[in-house]
């Protein structure tokens, strides 16, 4: 049985053609960010609902085509995008392509799913969000 607060399991990927980039048509130019730029990439400034593909993350998408095994951190999966096809299709795409993506609450990678389910596992958290935790557990949980 699965643990309450999380877990892990194994998966298979389906047979299926590997998902190529996104075609200029998907594309814009976002402004670059003054404040956070990334190494190779560039952090941008743009809406994220839109649809389209910044310059930014078209980049972590290259990495992932050209890097298997690629591991992609986030804070959370709507770092990716707000807009849900957009987030399902870079989630297809970096998975078809090898890479991980690991977040406070997931771990999505080849062959493996990840989850952390429950506010009652404090381990990793600053200490303000453990006791903010700690005082709503009686009850909340």
């Given at each position: 049985m699965e643990s309450p607060a999380g877990g892990e399991d194994s998966y298979?990927?389906?047979?299926?053609?590997?998902?190529?980039l996104p075609g200029p048509e998907e594309m814009f130019q976002?402004?670059?960010s003054k404040t956070?730029?990334?190494?190779?990439?560039?952090?941008v400034v743009a809406s994220?609902?839109?649809?389209?593909?910044?310059?930014a993350l078209i980049h972590l998408?290259?990495?992932?085509?050209?890097?298997?095994?690629l591991v992609v951190p986030l804070s959370a999966l709507?770092?990716?995008?707000?807009?849900?096809a957009k987030q399902l299709h870079v989630l297809e795409f970096l998975l078809a392509h090898q890479a991980t993506i690991v977040?406070?609450?997931?771990?999505?990678?080849?062959?493996?799913?990840?989850?952390?389910?429950s506010m009652k596992q404090?381990?990793?958290?600053?200490?303000t969000h453990t006791r903010l935790l700690k005082m709503l557990k009686p009850d909340h949980f």
């Open positions: 298979v990927l389906p047979e299926a053609p590997r998902p190529a976002a402004q670059a956070r730029p990334l190494g190779d990439g560039q952090s994220g609902t839109d649809p389209r593909f910044d310059q998408l290259r990495q992932a085509e050209s890097r298997p095994g709507s770092r990716l995008s707000r807009n849900s977040t406070t609450n997931y771990l999505l990678g080849p062959g493996v799913v990840g989850v952390r389910r404090t381990r990793g958290l600053g200490p």
